[in-house]
């Protein structure tokens, strides 16, 4: 299966509109689509989930524990932390090789760092 994206509603939009921008095809759910305000990381990762998508974010500060606790019960499609010193281009470029090159089983209950 081909990897699906879900952003978190702290990652800078201009990312996602860059990958879809470049890459069309791509299943890239914005933060408002899934209705994320307001939930909290357990809850944007049983979304992420439930819907087979990976979760692409900024947040190195909660979500990697968050995480963790999830993944000790549930099922993840994977979290993609973007650090927040990354280039605009450069997190593009790294998501277009995660959809190109990979499938989604290969993301399953993983979380990385970005750029890889």
């Known amino acids: 299966m081909k990897v699906r994206f879900q952003a978190d509603s702290d990652l800078n939009e201009n990312i996602l509109t860059g ?3 470049r890459e069309p095809m791509i299943d890239f ?6 209705n994320l305000r307001d939930l909290s990381d357990l809850e944007v990762l049983a979304l992420a989930a439930s819907e087979d998508r990976i979760l692409v974010t900024h947040d190195r500060r909660t979500m990697p524990r968050h995480f963790a606790d999830f993944v000790s019960n549930h099922r993840s499609s994977g979290v993609v932390i973007v650090a927040q010193k990354v280039g605009i281009n450069v997190a593009i470029e790294e998501l277009l090789l995660v959809w190109a ?3 989604a089983e290969e993301w399953v209950n993983l979380i990385v760092d970005l750029p890889l």
């Open 19 to 21: 990958v879809v921008r």
């Open 101 to 103: 090159a990979s499938d």
């Open 29 to 34: 759910q914005t933060a408002s689509e899934a």
